[in-house]
Nanobody, 113 residues
Framework: QVQLVESGGGLVQAGGSLRLSCEGS??????MAWYRQAPGKQREFVAR???????AYKESLRGRFTVTRDYDKNTVHLQINSLKPEDTGVYYC?????????WGQGTQVTVSS
């Protein structure tokens, strides 16, 4: 089990940017990913990063989302640019594949039109 704390969400206007952070012990030795859950929808995969920094994205989000690691701070970031109202939701980090016991509170992202 890995204890993960997400932060960085907020209320932004469409077209804006946010940088989400996920901090936790053990992140550096695990493949990590970001997931999100929009209101009334199931949680979905957003992006992942391997232990060595190789990244992959949900195809429809490629180009606006960037996932990176900070090995010194045991942190994974998700940079989101050109935010759209449909990006609204709770964003979670977890391992890849996700472990049920790792889900945290997430961080709320709300994009106004």
């Amino acid at each position: 089990q890995v204890q993960l704390v997400e932060s960085g969400g907020g209320l932004v206007q469409a077209g804006g940017s946010l940088r989400l952070s996920c901090e936790g012990s053990g992140i550096n030795v695990r493949a990590m990913a970001w997931y999100r859950q929009a209101p009334g929808k199931q949680r979905e995969f957003v992006a992942r990063v391997s232990i060595t920094g190789v990244t992959a994205y949900k195809e429809s989000l490629r180009g606006r989302f960037t996932v990176t690691r900070d090995y010194d701070k045991n942190t994974v970031h998700l940079q989101i640019n050109s935010l759209k109202p449909e990006d609204t939701g709770v964003y979670y980090c977890n391992t890849f594949p996700p472990a049920t016991t790792n889900w945290g509170q997430g961080t709320q992202v709300t994009v106004s039109s």
